[in-house]
Protein backbone atom coordinates (compact mmCIF):
# COMPACT_ATOMS: atom_id res chain seq x y z
CA UNK A 1 0.00 0.00 0.00
CA UNK A 2 1.04 3.70 0.36
CA UNK A 3 0.42 6.66 -1.63
CA UNK A 4 2.70 8.72 -2.92
CA UNK A 5 2.01 12.89 -4.48
CA UNK A 6 4.64 14.66 -6.36
CA UNK A 7 3.96 18.32 -7.95
CA UNK A 8 5.99 20.67 -9.32
CA UNK A 9 5.47 24.19 -11.07
CA UNK A 10 3.99 27.90 -10.63
CA UNK A 11 1.99 27.23 -7.62
CA UNK A 12 2.37 26.38 -4.39
CA UNK A 13 3.01 22.51 -3.48
CA UNK A 14 2.26 21.84 0.20
CA UNK A 15 -1.61 22.56 -0.51
CA UNK A 16 -1.96 20.57 -3.29
CA UNK A 17 0.16 17.84 -2.17
CA UNK A 18 -1.53 17.52 1.59
CA UNK A 19 -5.07 17.35 -0.62
CA UNK A 20 -3.63 14.84 -2.22
CA UNK A 21 -2.65 12.86 0.51
CA UNK A 22 -5.95 12.77 2.04
CA UNK A 23 -7.57 11.16 -0.89
CA UNK A 24 -5.11 8.65 -0.68
CA UNK A 25 -5.54 8.14 2.92
CA UNK A 26 -7.16 4.63 2.32
CA UNK A 27 -4.23 3.23 0.75
CA UNK A 28 -2.10 3.86 4.35
CA UNK A 29 -2.47 5.19 7.53
CA UNK A 30 0.38 4.98 10.32
CA UNK A 31 2.22 8.22 9.58
CA UNK A 32 2.59 11.18 6.58
CA UNK A 33 5.02 12.95 5.07
CA UNK A 34 5.99 15.70 3.02
CA UNK A 35 9.42 17.42 1.42
CA UNK A 36 9.50 20.32 -0.35
CA UNK A 37 11.77 22.26 -2.58
CA UNK A 38 12.86 26.08 -2.11
CA UNK A 39 16.35 27.38 -1.40
CA UNK A 40 16.72 24.44 0.91
CA UNK A 41 14.87 21.24 0.99
CA UNK A 42 12.76 20.90 3.98
CA UNK A 43 11.39 17.49 5.18
CA UNK A 44 8.52 17.55 7.53
CA UNK A 45 6.92 13.93 8.61
CA UNK A 46 4.66 12.44 11.39
CA UNK A 47 3.02 9.47 12.74
CA UNK A 48 -0.32 9.31 12.41
CA UNK A 49 -2.68 11.12 9.97
CA UNK A 50 -2.23 13.86 7.04
CA UNK A 51 -4.47 16.19 9.94
CA UNK A 52 -1.55 14.69 12.27
CA UNK A 53 1.13 15.79 9.72
CA UNK A 54 -0.64 19.29 9.62
CA UNK A 55 -0.61 20.18 12.88
CA UNK A 56 2.81 19.26 13.72
CA UNK A 57 4.12 21.32 10.35
CA UNK A 58 1.91 24.45 12.47
CA UNK A 59 3.27 27.47 11.20
CA UNK A 60 6.30 26.48 9.78
CA UNK A 61 8.02 27.41 6.23
CA UNK A 62 6.18 25.51 3.58
CA UNK A 63 6.65 27.67 0.71
CA UNK A 64 8.05 25.97 -2.63
CA UNK A 65 7.04 25.58 -6.19
CA UNK A 66 8.13 21.64 -6.24
CA UNK A 67 7.38 18.50 -3.64
CA UNK A 68 6.69 14.88 -2.59
CA UNK A 69 4.18 13.79 -0.32
CA UNK A 70 3.52 10.17 1.27
CA UNK A 71 1.07 8.21 3.42
CA UNK A 72 2.58 4.69 4.56
CA UNK A 73 1.31 1.34 5.34
CA UNK A 74 4.02 0.26 7.45
CA UNK A 75 6.22 -2.81 5.82
CA UNK A 76 9.68 -2.29 6.80
CA UNK A 77 10.30 -0.78 10.81
CA UNK A 78 7.46 0.34 13.28
CA UNK A 79 5.16 3.19 12.39
CA UNK A 80 6.74 5.77 13.67
CA UNK A 81 8.43 9.73 12.59
CA UNK A 82 11.44 7.91 11.92
CA UNK A 83 10.10 5.76 9.07
CA UNK A 84 7.71 7.45 7.80
CA UNK A 85 8.83 9.03 4.60
CA UNK A 86 10.23 11.03 2.95
CA UNK A 87 13.89 9.65 3.33
CA UNK A 88 17.09 11.72 2.65
CA UNK A 89 20.34 10.16 1.40
CA UNK A 90 23.25 10.45 3.37
CA UNK A 91 24.38 13.67 2.40
CA UNK A 92 20.67 15.13 2.55
CA UNK A 93 20.86 16.43 -1.20
CA UNK A 94 18.15 13.41 -2.46
CA UNK A 95 14.62 12.69 -0.60
CA UNK A 96 12.79 9.89 -1.94
CA UNK A 97 9.00 8.57 -1.38
CA UNK A 98 8.30 5.03 -2.07
CA UNK A 99 5.28 2.60 -1.76
CA UNK A 100 6.36 -1.41 -2.26
CA UNK A 101 9.00 -3.53 -1.17
CA UNK A 102 12.71 -3.28 -1.75
CA UNK A 103 13.16 -7.25 -0.95
CA UNK A 104 16.75 -7.64 -1.42
CA UNK A 105 17.21 -4.22 0.44
CA UNK A 106 19.32 -6.19 3.86
CA UNK A 107 21.99 -7.04 1.12
CA UNK A 108 22.38 -3.72 -0.27
CA UNK A 109 22.01 -1.91 3.19
CA UNK A 110 25.38 -4.34 4.46
CA UNK A 111 27.37 -3.01 1.30
CA UNK A 112 26.33 0.41 1.87
CA UNK A 113 27.15 -0.04 5.50
CA UNK A 114 30.72 -1.25 4.45
CA UNK A 115 31.15 1.93 1.89
CA UNK A 116 30.56 4.03 4.94
CA UNK A 117 26.90 4.67 4.98
CA UNK A 118 24.80 4.45 8.05
CA UNK A 119 20.77 5.05 8.20
CA UNK A 120 18.16 6.88 10.10
CA UNK A 121 15.71 4.59 10.32
CA UNK A 122 14.84 0.57 9.57
CA UNK A 123 13.21 1.09 6.35
CA UNK A 124 13.99 -0.33 3.24
CA UNK A 125 13.56 2.81 1.21
CA UNK A 126 16.42 4.66 3.09
CA UNK A 127 18.87 1.56 1.76
CA UNK A 128 17.13 2.58 -1.58
CA UNK A 129 17.75 5.99 -1.65
CA UNK A 130 21.42 5.97 -0.10
CA UNK A 131 22.11 3.58 -2.65
CA UNK A 132 20.99 6.07 -5.36
CA UNK A 133 23.45 8.52 -3.86
CA UNK A 134 26.28 6.44 -3.80
CA UNK A 135 25.65 5.75 -7.54
CA UNK A 136 24.89 9.47 -8.48
CA UNK A 137 28.26 10.55 -6.76
CA UNK A 138 30.51 7.55 -7.98
CA UNK A 139 30.16 8.41 -11.44
CA UNK A 140 29.20 12.25 -10.99
CA UNK A 141 25.95 11.08 -12.89
CA UNK A 142 22.65 13.12 -13.29
CA UNK A 143 19.63 12.15 -11.03
CA UNK A 144 17.69 10.43 -13.41
CA UNK A 145 20.39 7.96 -14.44
CA UNK A 146 21.24 7.26 -10.53
CA UNK A 147 17.98 5.87 -9.92
CA UNK A 148 18.35 3.91 -13.45
CA UNK A 149 21.62 2.18 -12.47
CA UNK A 150 20.10 1.93 -8.46
CA UNK A 151 16.91 0.19 -9.78
CA UNK A 152 19.06 -2.14 -12.32
CA UNK A 153 19.97 -3.70 -8.77
CA UNK A 154 16.37 -3.58 -6.66
CA UNK A 155 14.36 -6.70 -6.61
CA UNK A 156 11.11 -5.97 -5.73
CA UNK A 157 7.93 -3.66 -5.62
CA UNK A 158 8.17 -0.04 -6.50
CA UNK A 159 6.40 3.64 -7.29
CA UNK A 160 8.95 5.96 -5.86
CA UNK A 161 9.29 10.10 -6.98
CA UNK A 162 12.90 11.54 -5.98
CA UNK A 163 14.03 14.84 -5.75
CA UNK A 164 17.74 16.50 -6.06
CA UNK A 165 18.37 19.27 -4.56
CA UNK A 166 21.49 20.25 -6.55
CA UNK A 167 19.21 19.49 -9.76
CA UNK A 168 16.27 21.43 -8.35
CA UNK A 169 13.72 21.84 -11.94
CA UNK A 170 12.71 17.96 -12.26
CA UNK A 171 10.97 15.09 -10.44
CA UNK A 172 12.47 11.64 -11.14
CA UNK A 173 9.50 8.75 -10.91
CA UNK A 174 9.70 5.37 -11.57
CA UNK A 175 7.34 2.23 -11.23
CA UNK A 176 7.41 -1.93 -10.71
CA UNK A 177 4.39 -3.34 -9.92
CA UNK A 178 2.66 -0.62 -7.77
CA UNK A 179 0.74 2.07 -9.25
CA UNK A 180 2.04 5.66 -10.89
CA UNK A 181 0.38 7.82 -12.72
CA UNK A 182 1.80 11.51 -14.04
CA UNK A 183 -0.53 14.10 -14.54
CA UNK A 184 0.19 17.14 -17.25
CA UNK A 185 -0.75 20.07 -16.53
CA UNK A 186 -0.25 24.07 -17.77
CA UNK A 187 3.20 24.18 -16.94
CA UNK A 188 2.94 22.22 -14.19
CA UNK A 189 2.83 18.06 -13.65
CA UNK A 190 1.82 16.09 -10.74
CA UNK A 191 2.67 12.43 -9.74
CA UNK A 192 0.67 10.31 -8.07
CA UNK A 193 -0.36 6.62 -7.01
CA UNK A 194 -3.57 6.82 -8.39
CA UNK A 195 -5.83 9.15 -10.50
CA UNK A 196 -7.88 10.97 -7.46
CA UNK A 197 -5.21 14.14 -6.19
CA UNK A 198 -4.87 15.03 -9.96
CA UNK A 199 -8.41 14.88 -11.82
CA UNK A 200 -9.05 18.58 -10.20
CA UNK A 201 -6.42 19.90 -11.80
CA UNK A 202 -5.71 18.02 -15.18
CA UNK A 203 -7.44 15.72 -17.30
CA UNK A 204 -4.79 14.65 -19.01
CA UNK A 205 -2.45 11.37 -17.45
CA UNK A 206 0.06 9.09 -18.40
CA UNK A 207 0.02 5.55 -16.44
CA UNK A 208 3.69 4.70 -16.46
CA UNK A 209 4.11 0.96 -17.17
CA UNK A 210 6.72 -1.43 -15.36
CA UNK A 211 10.24 -0.35 -15.72
CA UNK A 212 9.47 2.87 -16.62
CA UNK A 213 11.42 5.98 -15.57
CA UNK A 214 9.55 9.23 -15.94
CA UNK A 215 11.47 12.86 -15.69
CA UNK A 216 9.17 15.83 -15.28
CA UNK A 217 10.79 19.03 -15.38
CA UNK A 218 8.88 22.48 -16.34
CA UNK A 219 11.50 23.39 -18.80
CA UNK A 220 12.38 20.03 -20.94
CA UNK A 221 8.18 18.73 -20.33
CA UNK A 222 8.19 14.97 -19.29
CA UNK A 223 10.43 12.59 -20.54
CA UNK A 224 10.29 8.55 -20.24
CA UNK A 225 12.34 6.22 -20.29
CA UNK A 226 12.81 2.39 -19.47
CA UNK A 227 15.32 0.71 -16.92
CA UNK A 228 17.53 -0.55 -20.17
CA UNK A 229 17.64 3.39 -21.23
CA UNK A 230 15.42 2.82 -24.03
CA UNK A 231 13.38 6.48 -24.74
CA UNK A 232 9.75 5.36 -24.56
CA UNK A 233 6.70 7.35 -26.25
CA UNK A 234 4.33 8.29 -23.53
CA UNK A 235 1.15 7.51 -24.20
CA UNK A 236 -1.32 10.47 -22.71
CA UNK A 237 -4.98 9.29 -21.27
CA UNK A 238 -7.63 11.79 -21.46
CA UNK A 239 -9.43 11.62 -18.15
CA UNK A 240 -13.02 12.04 -17.67
CA UNK A 241 -13.13 14.80 -14.82
CA UNK A 242 -15.55 12.89 -12.39
CA UNK A 243 -13.28 11.00 -10.00
CA UNK A 244 -15.90 8.11 -10.37
CA UNK A 245 -15.36 7.64 -13.84
CA UNK A 246 -11.25 7.36 -13.66
CA UNK A 247 -11.83 4.91 -10.37
CA UNK A 248 -13.89 2.37 -13.29
CA UNK A 249 -10.66 1.92 -15.03
CA UNK A 250 -12.60 1.30 -17.84
CA UNK A 251 -14.91 -1.59 -16.24
CA UNK A 252 -18.99 -0.36 -16.88
CA UNK A 253 -19.57 -1.01 -13.22
CA UNK A 254 -17.60 -0.43 -10.36
CA UNK A 255 -18.79 -4.00 -9.55
CA UNK A 256 -16.99 -5.65 -12.13
CA UNK A 257 -13.90 -3.64 -11.65
CA UNK A 258 -13.76 -4.83 -7.47
CA UNK A 259 -14.72 -8.67 -8.63
CA UNK A 260 -11.74 -8.21 -10.97
CA UNK A 261 -9.49 -6.33 -8.76
CA UNK A 262 -9.72 -9.59 -5.79
CA UNK A 263 -6.03 -11.04 -6.97
CA UNK A 264 -4.29 -7.91 -5.73
CA UNK A 265 -6.58 -6.90 -3.08
CA UNK A 266 -6.01 -10.36 -1.73
CA UNK A 267 -2.37 -10.17 -1.91
CA UNK A 268 -2.37 -6.27 -0.15
CA UNK A 269 -4.26 -7.65 2.38
CA UNK A 270 -1.24 -10.13 2.82
CA UNK A 271 1.67 -8.09 2.11
CA UNK A 272 4.12 -7.76 5.57
CA UNK A 273 2.13 -9.86 7.26
CA UNK A 274 2.42 -13.46 5.40
CA UNK A 275 6.04 -14.83 4.44
CA UNK A 276 6.04 -17.68 2.87
CA UNK A 277 9.58 -18.01 2.50
CA UNK A 278 10.30 -17.86 6.27
CA UNK A 279 7.10 -19.52 7.12
CA UNK A 280 5.60 -16.66 9.51
CA UNK A 281 2.23 -14.89 9.71
CA UNK A 282 2.06 -11.81 12.06
CA UNK A 283 -0.75 -9.58 12.19
CA UNK A 284 0.49 -6.59 13.65
CA UNK A 285 -2.47 -5.44 15.15
CA UNK A 286 -2.97 -8.49 16.87
CA UNK A 287 0.72 -8.24 18.57
CA UNK A 288 -0.41 -6.95 21.57
CA UNK A 289 -3.33 -8.86 22.74
CA UNK A 290 -2.31 -12.05 21.11
CA UNK A 291 -2.17 -13.60 24.18
CA UNK A 292 -5.57 -12.80 25.86
CA UNK A 293 -7.19 -13.46 22.44
CA UNK A 294 -5.63 -17.12 22.19
CA UNK A 295 -7.06 -17.94 25.60
CA UNK A 296 -10.29 -16.37 25.28
CA UNK A 297 -13.49 -18.20 26.64
CA UNK A 298 -14.88 -17.09 23.41
CA UNK A 299 -14.75 -14.99 20.48
CA UNK A 300 -18.18 -13.51 19.79
CA UNK A 301 -18.19 -12.29 16.31
CA UNK A 302 -20.95 -8.93 15.62
CA UNK A 303 -21.41 -8.32 12.10
CA UNK A 304 -24.07 -7.48 9.50
CA UNK A 305 -24.75 -8.55 5.76
CA UNK A 306 -21.99 -9.74 3.54
CA UNK A 307 -19.45 -9.09 6.54
CA UNK A 308 -21.34 -11.44 8.57
CA UNK A 309 -21.11 -14.20 6.15
CA UNK A 310 -17.16 -13.53 6.59
CA UNK A 311 -17.98 -13.68 10.00
CA UNK A 312 -19.55 -17.49 9.67
CA UNK A 313 -16.64 -18.53 7.61
CA UNK A 314 -14.46 -17.45 11.03
CA UNK A 315 -16.17 -19.62 12.80
CA UNK A 316 -15.00 -22.50 10.14
CA UNK A 317 -11.84 -21.54 10.73
CA UNK A 318 -11.34 -19.93 14.25
CA UNK A 319 -13.18 -23.43 15.50
CA UNK A 320 -10.81 -25.74 12.99
CA UNK A 321 -7.55 -24.40 12.99
CA UNK A 322 -7.16 -22.40 16.56
CA UNK A 323 -10.29 -24.79 18.59
CA UNK A 324 -11.44 -21.34 19.88
CA UNK A 325 -14.88 -21.68 20.38
CA UNK A 326 -16.91 -18.82 18.17
CA UNK A 327 -19.92 -17.68 17.80
CA UNK A 328 -21.49 -15.18 15.24
CA UNK A 329 -24.29 -12.81 15.77
CA UNK A 330 -26.27 -10.39 13.86
CA UNK A 331 -25.09 -7.48 15.38
CA UNK A 332 -29.04 -5.82 15.65
CA UNK A 333 -30.11 -8.57 17.12
CA UNK A 334 -27.06 -9.12 19.72
CA UNK A 335 -27.11 -5.34 20.77
CA UNK A 336 -31.15 -6.25 21.91
CA UNK A 337 -31.19 -9.61 23.32
CA UNK A 338 -28.84 -8.75 26.76
CA UNK A 339 -26.55 -11.21 25.45
CA UNK A 340 -23.94 -12.91 28.37
CA UNK A 341 -20.86 -11.10 27.71
CA UNK A 342 -17.68 -11.44 30.51
CA UNK A 343 -14.48 -10.21 30.04
CA UNK A 344 -12.58 -13.39 28.88
CA UNK A 345 -14.83 -13.27 25.49
CA UNK A 346 -13.42 -11.27 22.73
CA UNK A 347 -15.95 -9.36 20.39
CA UNK A 348 -14.64 -8.96 16.50
CA UNK A 349 -16.98 -6.62 14.46
CA UNK A 350 -16.52 -7.06 10.61
CA UNK A 351 -17.25 -4.48 8.76
CA UNK A 352 -16.63 -2.89 5.50
CA UNK A 353 -17.33 0.44 5.91
CA UNK A 354 -16.33 0.71 9.91
CA UNK A 355 -19.78 2.56 9.87
CA UNK A 356 -22.63 0.38 10.31
CA UNK A 357 -24.87 1.97 12.84
CA UNK A 358 -26.02 -1.62 14.36
CA UNK A 359 -22.29 -3.19 14.43
CA UNK A 360 -21.01 -0.11 15.84
CA UNK A 361 -23.85 -0.35 18.51
CA UNK A 362 -23.25 -4.10 18.97
CA UNK A 363 -19.40 -3.18 19.65
CA UNK A 364 -19.70 -0.28 22.02
CA UNK A 365 -21.84 -2.68 24.33
CA UNK A 366 -19.50 -5.22 24.23
CA UNK A 367 -16.58 -2.74 25.29
CA UNK A 368 -18.81 -1.70 27.91
CA UNK A 369 -19.19 -5.26 29.44
CA UNK A 370 -15.87 -5.79 29.69
CA UNK A 371 -14.80 -7.83 26.87
CA UNK A 372 -12.05 -7.52 24.50
CA UNK A 373 -13.37 -5.75 21.49
CA UNK A 374 -10.92 -6.04 17.94
CA UNK A 375 -12.41 -4.63 14.11
CA UNK A 376 -11.76 -5.58 11.03
CA UNK A 377 -12.21 -3.02 8.66
CA UNK A 378 -11.24 -1.59 5.09
CA UNK A 379 -12.04 2.10 5.99
CA UNK A 380 -9.12 3.79 7.42
CA UNK A 381 -9.83 5.82 10.47
CA UNK A 382 -13.82 4.49 10.74
CA UNK A 383 -16.19 4.47 13.54
CA UNK A 384 -15.26 1.19 14.15
CA UNK A 385 -11.70 1.13 13.85
CA UNK A 386 -10.97 4.05 16.52
CA UNK A 387 -13.38 2.43 18.75
CA UNK A 388 -12.32 -1.11 19.32
CA UNK A 389 -9.28 -1.70 21.50
CA UNK A 390 -7.21 -3.49 18.53
CA UNK A 391 -7.88 -4.36 14.83
CA UNK A 392 -6.36 -5.16 11.66
CA UNK A 393 -7.64 -2.89 8.51
CA UNK A 394 -7.95 -5.25 4.87
CA UNK A 395 -6.59 -2.76 2.62
CA UNK A 396 -9.23 -3.39 0.01
CA UNK A 397 -8.85 -0.27 -1.32
CA UNK A 398 -12.63 2.35 -1.80
CA UNK A 399 -15.36 -0.27 -1.99
CA UNK A 400 -17.95 2.05 -3.91
CA UNK A 401 -20.11 -0.91 -5.82
CA UNK A 402 -22.76 -1.59 -3.42
CA UNK A 403 -22.31 -5.34 -3.46
CA UNK A 404 -19.63 -5.70 -1.54
CA UNK A 405 -17.15 -8.32 -3.37
CA UNK A 406 -13.29 -7.45 -2.73
CA UNK A 407 -13.86 -6.52 0.69
CA UNK A 408 -15.71 -9.90 1.23
CA UNK A 409 -12.39 -11.80 0.36
CA UNK A 410 -10.47 -9.54 1.79
CA UNK A 411 -12.18 -10.10 5.03
CA UNK A 412 -11.78 -13.79 4.86
CA UNK A 413 -8.43 -13.52 4.03
CA UNK A 414 -7.74 -11.61 7.48
CA UNK A 415 -9.60 -13.93 9.53
CA UNK A 416 -7.75 -16.38 7.52
CA UNK A 417 -4.65 -15.18 8.95
CA UNK A 418 -6.09 -14.20 11.97
CA UNK A 419 -7.33 -18.27 12.56
CA UNK A 420 -3.35 -19.37 12.06
CA UNK A 421 -1.76 -17.18 13.49
CA UNK A 422 -3.87 -18.00 16.55
CA UNK A 423 -3.15 -22.01 15.83
CA UNK A 424 0.25 -21.28 15.73
CA UNK A 425 0.34 -19.09 19.32
CA UNK A 426 -1.90 -21.97 20.71
CA UNK A 427 -0.15 -24.72 19.18
CA UNK A 428 -3.08 -26.43 17.70
CA UNK A 429 -1.78 -27.06 14.26
CA UNK A 430 1.96 -28.62 13.52
CA UNK A 431 4.46 -26.47 12.37
CA UNK A 432 4.36 -28.75 8.87
CA UNK A 433 0.51 -28.16 8.65
CA UNK A 434 1.17 -24.09 9.21
CA UNK A 435 3.97 -24.38 6.51
CA UNK A 436 1.47 -25.62 4.49
CA UNK A 437 -1.41 -23.40 5.21
CA UNK A 438 1.02 -20.47 4.64
CA UNK A 439 2.23 -21.77 1.49
CA UNK A 440 -1.20 -22.36 -0.05
CA UNK A 441 -2.59 -18.57 1.02
CA UNK A 442 0.72 -17.20 -0.74
CA UNK A 443 -1.17 -19.27 -3.65
CA UNK A 444 -4.20 -17.70 -3.27
CA UNK A 445 -4.19 -14.12 -6.02
CA UNK A 446 -2.90 -16.82 -8.38
CA UNK A 447 -5.91 -19.08 -8.15
CA UNK A 448 -8.35 -16.02 -7.96
CA UNK A 449 -7.29 -14.72 -10.72
CA UNK A 450 -7.63 -18.49 -12.27
CA UNK A 451 -10.83 -18.43 -10.84
CA UNK A 452 -11.78 -15.29 -12.97
CA UNK A 453 -11.48 -17.13 -16.20
CA UNK A 454 -14.57 -18.56 -15.49
CA UNK A 455 -15.84 -15.48 -16.80
CA UNK A 456 -17.09 -16.58 -20.03
CA UNK A 457 -18.71 -20.08 -18.59
CA UNK A 458 -20.63 -18.01 -15.63
CA UNK A 459 -22.24 -15.61 -18.72
CA UNK A 460 -23.26 -18.31 -20.53
CA UNK A 461 -25.11 -19.90 -17.72
CA UNK A 462 -26.67 -16.93 -17.07
CA UNK A 463 -27.86 -16.58 -19.72
CA UNK A 464 -30.39 -19.55 -19.41
CA UNK A 465 -31.42 -18.56 -16.07
CA UNK A 466 -31.80 -14.78 -16.10
CA UNK A 467 -35.40 -14.90 -16.27
CA UNK A 468 -35.89 -16.92 -13.27
CA UNK A 469 -37.56 -15.71 -10.28
CA UNK A 470 -36.26 -17.85 -8.03
CA UNK A 471 -33.26 -19.59 -7.23
CA UNK A 472 -31.94 -21.78 -4.30
CA UNK A 473 -27.88 -21.93 -3.18
CA UNK A 474 -26.79 -24.82 -1.58
CA UNK A 475 -23.39 -25.65 0.41
CA UNK A 476 -21.58 -27.91 3.04
CA UNK A 477 -19.40 -26.84 5.46
CA UNK A 478 -16.48 -24.24 4.75
CA UNK A 479 -18.92 -23.49 1.13
CA UNK A 480 -21.97 -23.04 3.25
CA UNK A 481 -21.56 -19.08 3.86
CA UNK A 482 -20.45 -19.25 0.68
CA UNK A 483 -24.09 -20.42 -0.43
CA UNK A 484 -25.26 -17.67 1.54
CA UNK A 485 -23.25 -15.11 0.17
CA UNK A 486 -24.36 -16.18 -3.32
CA UNK A 487 -28.08 -15.99 -2.59
CA UNK A 488 -27.23 -12.01 -1.50
CA UNK A 489 -25.67 -11.34 -4.58
CA UNK A 490 -28.60 -12.23 -6.67
CA UNK A 491 -30.96 -10.91 -4.63
CA UNK A 492 -29.58 -7.11 -3.83
CA UNK A 493 -28.27 -6.42 -7.13
CA UNK A 494 -30.84 -8.29 -9.31
CA UNK A 495 -33.90 -8.44 -7.44
CA UNK A 496 -34.28 -12.18 -7.91
CA UNK A 497 -35.60 -14.14 -5.22
CA UNK A 498 -32.71 -16.45 -3.94
CA UNK A 499 -32.36 -18.73 -0.41
CA UNK A 500 -28.97 -19.77 0.94
CA UNK A 501 -29.30 -23.03 2.70
CA UNK A 502 -26.80 -25.85 4.10
CA UNK A 503 -27.35 -28.71 1.41
CA UNK A 504 -28.54 -31.37 3.90
CA UNK A 505 -31.04 -29.13 5.55
CA UNK A 506 -32.77 -28.86 2.34
CA UNK A 507 -34.76 -32.20 2.62
CA UNK A 508 -36.42 -30.37 5.84
CA UNK A 509 -38.29 -27.95 3.71
CA UNK A 510 -36.82 -26.32 0.64
CA UNK A 511 -36.75 -29.31 -1.49
CA UNK A 512 -40.65 -28.67 -1.65
CA UNK A 513 -39.81 -25.80 -3.70
CA UNK A 514 -37.79 -27.81 -6.34
CA UNK A 515 -38.94 -28.21 -10.30
CA UNK A 516 -37.91 -27.82 -13.74
CA UNK A 517 -37.80 -23.97 -13.29
CA UNK A 518 -35.85 -23.88 -9.97
CA UNK A 519 -32.10 -23.19 -10.81
CA UNK A 520 -30.38 -24.55 -7.83
CA UNK A 521 -26.66 -23.30 -6.85
CA UNK A 522 -24.29 -26.06 -5.69
CA UNK A 523 -20.98 -25.30 -4.28
CA UNK A 524 -19.06 -28.43 -4.30
CA UNK A 525 -15.26 -27.51 -3.94
CA UNK A 526 -14.72 -28.95 -0.38
CA UNK A 527 -13.24 -32.35 -0.72
CA UNK A 528 -14.43 -33.66 2.63
CA UNK A 529 -18.09 -33.22 1.79
CA UNK A 530 -17.98 -34.58 -1.86
CA UNK A 531 -19.44 -37.69 -1.85
CA UNK A 532 -22.50 -36.11 0.68
CA UNK A 533 -22.96 -33.30 -2.07
CA UNK A 534 -23.19 -35.69 -4.95
CA UNK A 535 -26.18 -37.38 -3.04
CA UNK A 536 -27.53 -33.67 -2.34
CA UNK A 537 -27.24 -33.34 -5.95
CA UNK A 538 -28.94 -36.66 -6.81
CA UNK A 539 -31.72 -35.32 -4.66
CA UNK A 540 -32.40 -32.21 -6.53
CA UNK A 541 -31.62 -33.96 -10.33
CA UNK A 542 -34.68 -37.22 -9.28
CA UNK A 543 -37.27 -33.70 -8.43
CA UNK A 544 -36.13 -31.95 -11.86
CA UNK A 545 -34.20 -29.19 -10.57
CA UNK A 546 -31.68 -27.31 -12.55
CA UNK A 547 -28.59 -28.42 -11.16
CA UNK A 548 -25.39 -25.40 -11.85
CA UNK A 549 -22.44 -26.45 -9.81
CA UNK A 550 -18.99 -24.73 -8.86
CA UNK A 551 -16.71 -27.47 -8.98
CA UNK A 552 -12.75 -28.28 -8.66
CA UNK A 553 -11.15 -28.47 -11.94
CA UNK A 554 -11.26 -31.92 -13.62
CA UNK A 555 -14.14 -32.75 -10.89
CA UNK A 556 -15.39 -35.79 -13.35
CA UNK A 557 -18.24 -37.03 -10.94
CA UNK A 558 -20.21 -33.46 -11.13
CA UNK A 559 -19.55 -33.11 -14.58
CA UNK A 560 -21.98 -36.09 -15.45
CA UNK A 561 -24.46 -35.28 -12.83
CA UNK A 562 -24.85 -31.55 -13.02
CA UNK A 563 -26.57 -29.59 -16.19
CA UNK A 564 -23.94 -26.88 -15.85
CA UNK A 565 -20.56 -27.23 -14.26
CA UNK A 566 -18.34 -24.10 -13.30
CA UNK A 567 -14.54 -25.45 -12.53
CA UNK A 568 -12.34 -23.35 -10.76
CA UNK A 569 -9.20 -23.94 -8.78
CA UNK A 570 -8.81 -26.57 -5.80
CA UNK A 571 -7.44 -24.99 -2.97
CA UNK A 572 -7.04 -26.42 0.90
CA UNK A 573 -10.57 -26.46 2.12
CA UNK A 574 -9.98 -23.33 4.91
CA UNK A 575 -9.53 -21.20 1.48
CA UNK A 576 -12.05 -22.79 -0.70
CA UNK A 577 -14.60 -19.59 0.27
CA UNK A 578 -11.70 -17.39 -1.22
CA UNK A 579 -12.28 -19.17 -4.80
CA UNK A 580 -15.66 -20.25 -4.97
CA UNK A 581 -16.80 -17.42 -4.12
CA UNK A 582 -15.56 -15.87 -7.15
CA UNK A 583 -18.41 -17.39 -9.85
CA UNK A 584 -20.89 -16.25 -7.33
CA UNK A 585 -20.38 -13.01 -7.73
CA UNK A 586 -19.53 -12.82 -11.31
CA UNK A 587 -22.60 -15.09 -11.52
CA UNK A 588 -25.08 -12.52 -9.79
CA UNK A 589 -23.26 -8.98 -11.97
CA UNK A 590 -23.89 -10.82 -15.10
CA UNK A 591 -27.46 -11.90 -14.35
CA UNK A 592 -27.60 -7.86 -13.17
CA UNK A 593 -26.40 -6.65 -15.94
CA UNK A 594 -28.88 -8.87 -18.35
CA UNK A 595 -32.04 -8.09 -17.02
CA UNK A 596 -30.96 -4.17 -16.97
CA UNK A 597 -30.34 -3.23 -12.96
CA UNK A 598 -28.21 -0.79 -11.82
CA UNK A 599 -25.65 -3.12 -10.67
CA UNK A 600 -23.37 -0.30 -8.92
CA UNK A 601 -26.97 1.89 -7.08
CA UNK A 602 -29.06 -0.92 -6.55
CA UNK A 603 -32.68 0.13 -5.60
CA UNK A 604 -33.64 0.80 -1.90
CA UNK A 605 -29.97 0.32 -0.78
CA UNK A 606 -27.12 2.13 0.58
CA UNK A 607 -23.20 1.31 0.64
CA UNK A 608 -22.53 2.43 4.16
CA UNK A 609 -25.79 1.39 6.71
CA UNK A 610 -25.55 4.48 9.80
CA UNK A 611 -29.12 4.36 11.36
CA UNK A 612 -30.55 1.42 12.49
C1 LIG B 1 -23.96 -6.75 0.66
C2 LIG B 1 -23.47 -5.63 1.44
C3 LIG B 1 -24.08 -5.41 2.78
C4 LIG B 1 -22.99 -5.06 3.80
C5 LIG B 1 -23.62 -4.70 5.14
C6 LIG B 1 -22.58 -4.44 6.20
O1 LIG B 1 -23.29 -6.86 -0.56
O2 LIG B 1 -22.61 -4.90 1.04
O3 LIG B 1 -24.80 -6.51 3.19
O4 LIG B 1 -22.14 -6.16 3.93
O5 LIG B 1 -24.40 -3.55 5.00
O6 LIG B 1 -21.77 -3.36 5.83
P1 LIG B 1 -20.38 -3.14 6.49
O7 LIG B 1 -19.52 -4.28 6.12
O8 LIG B 1 -19.89 -1.84 5.95
O9 LIG B 1 -20.59 -3.08 7.97
Known amino acids: MCGIVGYIGSKEAYPILIKGLKRLEYRGYDSAGVAILNDSLNVYKKKGKVNDLIKS????NTQ????????????????????????????ERLVIIHNGIIENYSTIKIWLESQGHTFKSETDTEVLI????????????????????????VVGAYAIAV??????????????????????????????????????????????????????????GLKVMNIKKEIQIPLIHEIDLKIEAIEKEGYDYFMHKEIYEQPTTIADCMRGRLNVQ????????????????????????????TSWHSGLIAEYLIEDLARIPVEVEYASEFRYRNPIISENDVVIAISQSGETADTLAALELAKRMGALTF???????????????????????????????????????????????????????SR??????????????????????????????????????????????????????GALKLKEISYIHAEGYPAAEMKHGPIALIDENMPVFVIATNVSAHEKIV???????????????????????????ADYIIEIPSTLEPFTPLLSVIPMQLLSYHIAVMRGCNVDQPRNLAKSVTVE
Open 130 to 153: HLIEEIQEEGGLLIEEAVRLALTK
Open 64 to 91: GKTGIGHTRWATHGIPDDNNAHPHMSGS
Open 375 to 429: GICNVVGSSIARVTDAGSYIHAGPEIGVASTKAFTGQVTLLSLLALSLANEKGTI
Open 57 to 60: IGES
Open 432 to 485: SQYQEYITELGQIPAKVKAALSCNERVKEISTKIQNTTNALYLGRGYNFPVALE
Open 163 to 220: IDRLDPNKIVAARKSSPLVVGIGEGEFFIASDATPIVEYTNQVVYLDDNEIAVVSIEE
Open 278 to 305: EGWVRLGGLSQYKNRISKANRIIIVACG
Open 535 to 561: SNIQEVKARKGVVIAVVNEGDKILEKI
